[in-house]
């Protein structure tokens, strides 16, 4: 598990669990390296996490492993984790992902 300046990096299971049990909320964008559409909006949402004062963490699921455990199809996903259960999803359309405006409504409906 890394730290970057606005959000914390994880690519495993164990690293996230630790997290959610640590934090009463965390907003996480599950996202491929491979995803061209995760590839666009990656800076949108690490722009986003910045001085938000909450917990914002990128979960990197290149081989699709971590997505099962949470009923995700489509990279990028965003989860609002609330006690570490899932209370709100953004999931990305097919062919064209996440935009800004939908991440900043997410976000904003997020306790």
Known sequence: MSESVACAVVNNNDDLNKILKATD????????????????????????????????????????????NY???IYPTVLFFEQGVVSK?????????????RLVEFVGSCP
Do not use: M
């Open 25 to 68: 909320r965390v907003i996480t964008l599950f996202y491929a390296s491979w995803c061209p559409f995760c590839t666009r909006f990656l800076p949108i949402f690490t722009k986003h996490a910045e001085g938000e004062g909450r917990r914002f963490v990128l979960v990197q699921d290149d081989r699709e492993t971590i997505a099962d």
């Open 71 to 73: 009923s995700i199809r």
């Open 89 to 101: 999803r953004l999931d990305g359309v097919p062919g064209v992902g996440l935009d800004e405006n």
